[in-house]
């Protein structure tokens, strides 16, 4: 355990003595940032629309109206954003050969792969928190539910839990950060369009099957302020699956 | 201190090392000479854990390597082929990021890293990115990471490579008085090397243990004659016979080169046969072009052992 967190103050020290923590968590921020505007001006001319016709002030839902679409927004982003942050991870030790360094030390590969894990998600987390002016703002002007936004909050972050899973197994693959953050944004997306095409399939016994598999179904309650173990479950479990064949993966590699 | 017993690695049909077996005592430099691709690496990763063996064991210090890897990875300090840096890190980021991973308690880790900068020479640098530090300086961050634990065994693999005369001169220093305190092995394909630095040379070839002695027992091995070496421009078939013919003279060798053919002419120990040889060369108008005594040195052990098994290339 002490040597998980000794790899993971090392990673942190890595993504912010070099720009890639910056760039990433800039980029998000600045794009959520402006889609949020965005919505938020769409929102507020609606509102206007319905005083005009109902000459009364409208009860409109902020929740509904400004954070579900902010949180599928901030999804995708992160699907674009997140195999940048863990691409080099394990490709990078491959490709200077630290992994030697790594597998003669007295350190197992799980607290290699959960130091790993965690300082990418401790990066996430930062970044996701950048976001908070959004709620803050929303709730000191307007009036919203608290609690729906913070299950919304913990559904994309779980979500980017499994991107970064997902992301640290595609670098554990190749010595190449390119080819790693595409593997993992690849895989993703996969994972994202099983939904797509379970839409398209809703007549036959396949289709629910399919959308069972996809990672937006289980986002969607999260968003919504929906808290089902059932998408829990899900997620978690994918989390479970990438690391363990990141282990699985790293291992294979020493009897090469 | 370390038993290595028939040791085998492969890789699908290709066999790295074969029925590896060698014993190194508590204190002693140890040096596996070999030329690139023999085996060398692929035997030290083996025993520091970082890929497993095909069959065969290994023990260090008592643990084996394959029942009780954390043991024996405490207990050893590896420097591979290429040291293995952060270059974004400090000299003293990088050391103190390797003495927690090396399990060292937290109150002793300033002084590991205090002594490990030390013993390397590295205080001077050691608020520099490594990233910025010259090749030798790098190769010596390197060293003092297998170090910092004060391991019983240090694994160093080909630690001079890239280094210029001078460096290689202060890295063999550091790497002799290491001896006694540690057990060490080393590779290299450089046989001074071998001979400055090791009390014990194991010379691998293709996998396979040829010799294991100390340098000057191998010198003294192949010490049994003289050589010397004839170049001759036009020799007769006769030529060989002729020389065989010297007093003295126990075996010539022939072998045609570029510019010439070759003759080795082996000699009682003791005699000087050049005068004689050069007279009958002269004599006989075989367009003498080189004449000179062979020199036995561990370099000779070593192309003897390791082209004994060579196809012979003919021109």
């Not at chain 1, 769409?42 to 679409?69: E, K, T």
């Not at chain 2, 083996?46 to 260090?60: D, H, Q, R, V, Y």
């Amino acid at each position: 355990m002490r040597s998980a967190f000794a790899i993971m103050e090392k990673e942190l020290r890595v993504y912010f003595t070099s720009p890639i923590a910056y760039v990433v968590t800039a980029v998000f921020v600045l794009i959520t940032g402006y889609l949020f505007y965005s919505i938020v001006l769409f929102a507020s001319s609606q509102s206007l629309q319905m005083m005009r016709v109902q000459g009364a002030l409208p009860q409109i839902n902020l929740n509904d109206l400004i954070f579900r679409p902010t949180f599928h927004n901030m999804a995708v982003i992160l699907m674009l954003t997140l195999p940048l942050l863990t691409m080099r991870l394990l490709a990078e030790e491959k490709k200077i050969k630290t992994i030697e360094l790594l597998l003669t030390s007295p350190v197992s590969l799980i607290a290699i792969i959960m130091g790993k894990y965690l300082a990418a998600m401790a990066v996430f987390t930062i970044m996701l928190l950048f976001t908070a002016y959004m709620p803050l703002l929303m709730g000191t002007y307007g009036s919203i539910q608290w609690m729906p936004i913070l299950t919304g909050y913990f559904g994309v972050w779980l979500l980017g839990g499994v991107f970064i899973a997902v992301g640290l197994f595609a670098s554990a693959l190749t010595e190449n950060q390119i080819i790693a953050s595409f593997v993992g944004f690849g895989i993703v997306l996969i994972l994202w369009l099983i939904g797509w095409i379970a839409q398209g399939m809703s007549d036959s016994p396949l289709g629910p099957m399919l959308a069972y598999l996809s990672i937006g179904e289980h986002t969607e309650n999260f968003i919504k302020g929906l808290t089902d173990t059932q998408d829990l479950v899900y997620q978690a479990s994918l989390i479970v699956v990438g690391l363990f064949l990141t282990h699985r993966v790293l291992e294979s590699q020493r009897w090469k | 201190m370390i038993q290595v017993q028939n040791l085998t690695k492969r890789y699908g049909d290709h066999t790295a090392i074969e029925d590896v077996t060698f014993n190194v005592e508590k204190g002693e430099v140890l040096a596996f000479l070999g030329p690139n691709g023999a085996g060398k690496t692929t035997t030290m990763r083996i025993l520091t854990g970082f890929m497993p063996a095909t069959s065969g064991t290994a023990t260090i210090a008592g643990h084996d390597i394959f029942d009780e890897p954390y043991e024996v990875k405490k207990r050893i300090g590896y420097l591979p082929e290429s040291p293995p840096l952060y270059t974004e890190m400090t000299v003293t980021e990088y050391l103190r990021f390797i003495a927690k991973i090396k399990g060292i308690e937290r109150k002793q880790r300033a002084q590991a890293l205090t002594r490990a900068l030390e013993r390397c020479v590295l205080t001077e640098v050691r608020g520099r990115l490594i990233g910025n530090l010259s090749r030798g300086y790098r190769q010596r961050v390197g060293l003092a990471q297998a170090l910092i634990h004060d391991p019983e065994v240090l694994i160093l693999d080909e630690p001079t490579t890239g280094l210029d005369p001078k460096q290689i001169i202060e890295m063999r220093q550091v790497i002799k008085e290491l001896a006694g305190r540690h057990t060490v092995i080393l590779s290299t394909h450089i046989l001074p090397e071998a001979t400055a630095v090791c009390q014990r040379v194991i010379i691998i070839h293709e996998g396979r243990i040829v010799a294991v002695d100390t340098p000057d027992q191998l010198s003294a091995q192949l010490r049994q004659s003289e050589k010397i070496h004839l170049t001759l421009k036009t020799p007769q078939p006769e030529t060989a016979d002729v020389l065989k013919a010297v007093p003295g003279v126990l075996s010539v060798f022939h072998e045609p080169s570029s510019d010439g053919q070759v003759f080795i002419v082996e000699c009682e120990l003791g005699r000087d046969l050049r005068t004689e040889l050069a007279s009958q060369a002269v004599h006989h108008r075989w367009g003498l072009l080189e004449l000179r005594a062979v020199t036995l040195s561990l370099e000779d052990v070593f192309l003897k052992l390791t082209q004994e098994e060579a196809p012979e290339i003919t021109a």
